[in-house]
Nanobody, 119 residues
Framework: QVQLVESGGGLVQAGGSLRLSCVAS????????MGWFRQAPGKEREFVAE????????RYADSVKGRFTISRDNAKNTVYLQMNSLKPEDMAVYYC????????????WGQGTQVTVSS
């Protein structure tokens, strides 16, 4: 079992920045691929970014490429999402998720953190 707790959300003006953090419980964080997803009101949850266990070759949704950066610190059991040049369309609840090495889907999810972008 992995428990995930996100933080760092808040209200920011368009063009501003926020950094989200997600802390995982347990001692096997380094074995999980980690991802960020988001869900806006009335919309389905969508993929934002993911980073493999090694930390190399992260992957991004086209809508955030060049503006968001995902990173991880395995020593701190933490994954980050640095969000720059925020747009009103980035406003959503952001979720952290963990995928086991033998899994084809994300198995564990955090409770989410709200990001609000004012225009």
């Amino acid at each position: 079992q992995v428990q995930l707790v996100e933080s760092g959300g808040g209200l920011v003006q368009a063009g501003g920045s926020l950094r989200l953090s997600c802390v995982a419980s347990g001692r096997t964080f380094s074995r999980y691929n980690m991802g960020w997803f988001r869900q806006a009101p009335g919309k389905e949850r969508e993929f934002v970014a993911e980073i493999p266990r090694s930390g190399s070759k992260p992957r991004y949704a086209d809508s955030v490429k060049g503006r968001f950066t995902i990173s991880r610190d395995n020593a701190k059991n933490t994954v980050y999402l640095q969000m720059n040049s925020l747009k009103p369309e980035d406003m959503a609840v952001y979720y952290c998720a963990a995928q086991g090495s033998m899994s084809i889907r994300y198995d564990y999810w955090g409770q989410g953190t709200q990001v609000t972008v004012s225009s």
